[in-house]
């Protein structure tokens, strides 16, 4: 590694600090003067708000931020040793641009691979602090899905029914479990006014459910007991569904998650699972995006650093606002979610090397 690596690196770095520091000051800013009227109108205090809330909620904009924040250094760096004629002079000695890139590169895996981990891990602990306190004081919390009349496959050949859900208490009320044999005939079948979650055994119990068995012949035997513990393979989360559950899930508990929906006839699956491939998918804008700062910000332009950011930020929105286009139809199940997680980044990586092919090397 040369010293003029050495530089790149440490400069690239440092800059990247910076950004992700103002971005963190300016959206907690942003947020809290969007959001005052609801803190206050529900009573939240000032020490929740920022000992609390926002305190947890600085690794989700690490997260979100962390691409635009190294974009923006790469650009700017760039930008400035392009006018500054050092970049034109290495290129001159027979130093390819492509060689120059290696730095930019180096760094830029290295932050992919720590946001696959610190995405994957460390935002869904902070974003469980983060939802429940929304959920609480904020108007627009994340919407419940499947409120009423709830309809999962436990297993096969066995169904749960759940009229009301209360997420609050992990109660289910008006329950019933049925039972097939040969995937056609009821075998049995469970009715109980409530069902809760006792978390220390991991099971629900069924307050004095009325157990019905069917013979072959069509009888009917009937009878009411005190209570029934049973073992379902769902759990809480898989019958109060929010928009962003996915969020406060870490990639093990997400990966079991989503499969659970699929497997339990769950309705409008596509939001968590384009969450889930996002998952993976974000932290390679980290990468894509320096691919596309390097060749956009290496030529000497009129206007010097002005139009260099100007044209970063707009490259940099662009691929946001691609996402946020592609992403409904993931959830609408129009695209494959994991298409609608993965296209918009093929869609950059494509541009970044027609750049590297038509920049001059």
């Not at 440092?14 to 803190?39: C, M, P, T, W």
């Not at 250094?73 to 641009?97: D, F, N, R």
Request: net charge positive.
């Amino acid at each position: 590694m040369t010293t003029f690596d050495r530089h790149i690196i440490r400069r690239l770095v440092q800059g990247y600090a910076f950004l992700v520091g103002a971005l963190i000051v300016f959206f907690i800013v942003l947020h809290y003067v969007e959001s005052i009227d609801d803190f206050m109108d529900r009573g939240a205090t000032m020490r929740d708000v920022f000992l609390v809330y926002y305190v947890n909620y600085i690794p989700e904009i690490v997260r979100l931020t962390s691409p635009l924040a190294l974009f923006l250094a790469c650009v700017y760096l760039t930008g400035k040793l392009a006018q500054q004629l050092q970049l034109a002079a290495l290129q001159t000695s027979g130093v390819s641009l492509y060689r120059l890139l290696c730095p930019y590169v180096l760094v830029a895996l290295c932050v992919t691979g720590f946001m696959v981990w610190f995405n994957g891990f460390v935002v869904p602990r902070t974003n469980q602090v983060v939802l429940a306190f929304e959920q609480k004081y904020l108007k627009d919390a994340p919407r419940q899905l499947d409120l009423n009349d709830i309809h999962r496959q436990n297993r096969p050949g066995s169904f749960v029914t759940v009229g009301y859900f209360d997420r609050e208490t992990n109660k289910a009320f008006r329950v019933s479990l049925e039972h097939f044999e040969g995937g056609r005939r009821l075998a049995s079948r469970i009715d109980a006014h409530e069902m809760s979650w006792i978390d220390s055994l991991g099971l629900w119990r069924l307050s004095e459910p009325v157990v019905r068995t069917f013979t072959p012949d069509g009888r009917e035997i009937r009878r009411t007991v005190a209570r029934i513990d049973t073992l379902l393979q769902l759990y809480p989360r898989d019958l109060a569904r929010t928009e962003r559950d996915v969020e406060s899930m870490t990639i093990p508990v997400a990966a079991e998650y989503v499969d659970q929906l699929r497997r339990s006839g769950a309705s409008n699956i596509g939001r968590p699972l384009v969450g889930y491939y996002t998952k993976f998918s974000y932290p390679f804008a980290n990468l894509i995006l320096i691919l596309i700062g390097v060749p956009l910000s290496a030529v000497r332009r009129r206007g010097g650093q002005a139009v260099r950011i100007g044209l970063g930020l707009l490259t940099a929105f662009s691929y946001l606002a691609v996402q946020k286009l592609v992403e409904p139809f993931g959830y609408a199940g129009q695209l494959e979610p994991a298409l609608a997680a993965w296209l918009p980044h093929a869609l950059f990586f494509g541009l970044a090397m027609g750049l590297l092919w038509h920049v001059r090397k």
